[in-house]
């Protein structure tokens, strides 16, 4: 088999609504208060979009940032992948949309559905096309308008939950930079544990489903805590095994955002210390596909990530699903 390409990050962008939600405002809309928020999950506030606004709004901006970080045209992008848990509607897909909004008219495109685990699937999806040489340019976004979905009287999920998007350009790099592995998961078996129970064929909309507010996000917080505590250090270990690298090699871990217990929790179990995990669940809250993208570029942006550092990103979702990527930085 010949040896493929090496495949790594050449652009980076993100977006965030400026419409701000912080915990004392939720005190005022439920029971809830701002240091019983922070202790169980480390989050301060989160942006939330304007009436008007959809997930490709926030996904185009944070394309084009990724793009003119990579110095490319839209018009040389061969391929748009759209990692999300909230669409624009059903169909067309969300990347569609994108793609004619920035101008991409030579790129395919379409949508990846694998909860707070999307990004990191569609980066390893999106690889293989530049790795084979099928594609030059692949963008990759994570985009979410999780406020959608979330039902606002309900205090255990509307704390946790906020908007964003974030993207990134994939081209070929020099052996040795970019991607080193990757590893996708998921067990079904626990699909009921955080779901969009109607709206499916399963459970399409109806008015017995609106009043039972079942077009709501639906989660078992006990049991996602315990399920992604878990399989946030296996997904690590699988990774840095298959890419030949031990946890000491690892200079960021960039873990989904859903949580600092549980952040805090896998990186303990892995013996990495705060000050190589990578956090912004207080400002942001749980993004969802879009959580990892964001995280990368702040870190990109704020110079915490430099050229040939070494950085894991993991992430677990709704299917239940999980993902991990070993990244060097840089591309020669």
Known sequence: MPEV?????????????DKV??????????ETSDEWIRERTGIRERRIVHPDQATSDLAVIAAEHALKDA???????????????????LFPSTACLVQNRIGADHAGAFDLQAGCSGFVYALSVGSQFVATGKYKRVLVIGAETLSRITNWDDRTTCVLFGDGAGA??????TRGRGILASCLGADGAGADILCLPAGGSRLPASEQTVAAKQHYL????????????????EATRQVLQQAGLTVEDVDHLILHQANI??????????????????????RYGNTSSASIPLALSEAVVDGRIKDGDCVVMVAFGAGLTWAA???KWGHG
Request: glycine share 8%.
């Open 5 to 17: 390409a090496a495949v790594g990050i050449t652009g980076i962008g993100s977006y965030v609504p």
């Open 21 to 30: 939600l912080t915990n004392y405002d939720l005190e005022k809309m439920v």
């Open 71 to 89: 110095g490319i045209d839209a018009s040389e992008v061969d391929l748009i992948i759209v990692a999300t848990a909230t669409p624009d509607m």
């Open 168 to 173: 990134v350009v994939l081209e070929r790099v």
């Open 218 to 233: 639906s989660m078992n917080g006990r049991e996602v805590f315990k399920f992604a505590v878990r399989v946030t250090e």
């Open 261 to 282: 217990r549980i952040m805090e929790a896998a990186a303990k179990r892995l013996g990495i210390g705060s000050d190589r995990l990578v956090v912004n669940v207080d």
């Open 325 to 327: 990527s070993a990244i």
